[in-house]
């Protein structure tokens, strides 16, 4: 059986934190990691996922250098990245299980996303996230990215970006290994959804990927995401 590294990234979660720390300890009991990479959080977030992880790291703030952070300490053949405000269903915490089971080396892949609030605009945007990733090839955070250390390693990681470094690290597996889909969820939170409106934020999104297509600076879509950057 390979060891699953589940890597979590954090910077002022500490009001939810608690449910995805209570979610993972099956996998602890199973005898897999968990580790959390904090990013300089202010509101006690390190002191509450503490006693519940194999390992609590700091690293530079942002994704992409936290999550690499992780799997530069990380002990497992399988890397699980797993946002702070996304909670895996116990069916998709078997089918990593059963996956790490097999022992494959080289594989990556995704989970099925759904979005925290019950509105059935939040149905649709759900269904659409779906398609595209199976018409694409291309996985996010929100879908909790699987990847073995191996294929991890040879496309050096998630590249040192300050925005869609999950596309960009998606975009490098797939030319090497198609990606699996986990047909089990993750409830990721819609809170971005409730607070900015569906509608505004289905042209954000759409706005920011299409422009770091075309090659625009990551930093700059950071700050138009985050309206300021992530870390400040």
């Not at 500490?14 to 996998?27: E, K, P, S, T, V």
């Not at 022992?103 to 019950?118: D, E, V, Y």
């Not at 398609?131 to 040879?154: N, P, Y």
Request: hydrophobic share 45%.
């Amino acid at each position: 059986m390979s060891l699953i590294s589940v890597i979590v990234p954090t910077l002022n979660e500490a009001q939810r934190i608690d449910a995805l720390m209570r979610a993972l300890q099956g996998l602890r009991q199973a005898g897999h990691e968990i580790i959390v990479v904090d990013g300089g959080s202010t509101d006690g977030t390190p002191g509450k996922v503490e006693r519940h992880a194999d390992r609590l790291i700091t690293a530079e703030c942002g994704r992409a250098p936290q999550m690499n952070a992780g799997a530069a300490v990380a002990k497992g053949d399988l890397f699980w990245f797993v946002h702070a405000d996304t909670l895996p269903s116990a069916e998709a915490i078997a089918a990593l299980m059963e996956l790490a089971a097999l022992g494959r080396r080289r594989c990556w892949g995704r989970c099925m996303a759904r979005l925290s609030a019950p509105a059935w605009p939040l149905r649709v945007v759900e269904a659409l996230m779906e398609w595209r990733s199976r018409w694409s090839g291309i996985a996010t955070g929100d879908q909790a990215v699987f990847v073995s250390r191996s294929l991890f390693e040879d496309v050096g990681g998630f590249p040192a970006i300050a925005l869609m470094e999950d596309i960009a690290l998606s975009r490098a597996l797939k030319r090497r290994r198609r990606p699996l889909r986990v047909k089990a969820p993750v409830l990721t939170s819609s809170r971005r959804w409730e607070r900015e409106g569906v509608v505004r934020t289905i042209l954000l999104m759409w706005y920011l990927r299409l422009s770091f297509a075309l090659g625009a600076d990551p930093a700059r879509l950071a700050r138009r995401y985050y309206k300021r950057s992530r870390c400040d």
